[in-house]
């Protein structure tokens, strides 16, 4: 089962960027979708998080600049990510876990602030 994350690319400091991630249908009771991050040399970190009631949580150093929404009709999940920062530069992938507790993962995308 493989999620399909698209959105990335170059984005000069300050820019905006709106990644996607779509989980197959046969994937069933989706409760919590997020978005994880890894940067070159770095341990993969949590960037956001939705749960299926709209509940959300950020990582300290996104707040207020990057927004995570869902539509469960599309199994989809969204980052909107403004206020670019070079140590935004990433590679961003998302996460889906059902209420039984398993896990999918999508390829990454990679997100390059520079100028």
């Known amino acids: 089962v493989q999620l399909q994350a698209s959105g990335g690319g170059l984005v000069q400091p300050g820019g905006s960027l709106r990644l996607s991630c779509a989980a197959p249908g046969n994937i069933f009771r989706i409760n919590v979708m997020g978005w994880y991050r890894q940067a070159p040399g770095k341990q993969r970190e949590l960037v956001a998080i939705i749960t299926s009631g709209g509940t959300t949580n950020y990582a300290d150093s996104v707040k207020g600049r990057f927004t995570i929404s869902r539509d469960n009709a599309k199994n989809t999940v969204y980052l909107q990510m403004n206020s670019l920062k070079p140590e935004d530069t990433a590679v961003y992938s998302c996460?889906?876990?059902?209420?039984?507790?398993?896990?999918?993962w999508g390829q990454g995308t990679q997100v390059t602030v520079s100028s």
């Open positions: 996460n889906v876990r059902t209420t039984l507790g398993t896990m999918y």
